[in-house]
């Protein structure tokens, strides 16, 4: 599976972005796609994760009511629409695919659950 990230930026404190994730490779529709970011000198976290098949979703606290994943299964794209932005949400922004292993969403924020990783895009949120 080969991903591709775009659609970051620079944005003020409360502004908004949508990132995009371009998925291709074959049996896209068995992976989860998820959304990671990491800050300088933080660790990766995960964001968003959403499956291909049924669109379930699941979201950290950090982020509920205010970023919202979704997919579009014709596309094979992944996206992240992110409101409320905020100087704490300044990161570099990933998408990964991790197969199809649990039915628990919350077993996917883990970044050790992922095999596939895009480049990255960058998010800044100036206050």
């Known amino acids: 599976v080969q991903l591709q990230a775009f659609g970051g930026g620079l944005v003020q404190d409360g502004g908004f972005l949508r990132l995009s994730c371009a998925a291709s490779g074959r049996a896209v529709n068995m992976y989860i796609m998820s959304w990671f970011r990491q800050a300088p000198g933080k660790e990766r976290e995960f964001v968003s994760a959403?499956?291909?098949?049924?669109?379930?979703?699941y979201s950290a606290d950090s982020v509920k009511g205010r970023f919202t994943i979704s997919r579009d299964n014709d596309k094979n794209t992944v996206y992240l629409q992110m409101n409320s932005l905020k100087p704490d949400d300044t990161a570099v922004y990933y998408c990964a695919a991790a197969v199809l292993q649990s039915r628990s969403m919350s077993y996917y924020d883990r970044a050790d659950r992922y095999s596939y990783w895009g480049q990255g895009t960058l998010v800044t949120v100036s206050s």
């Open positions: 959403i499956t291909w098949s049924g669109g379930r979703t």
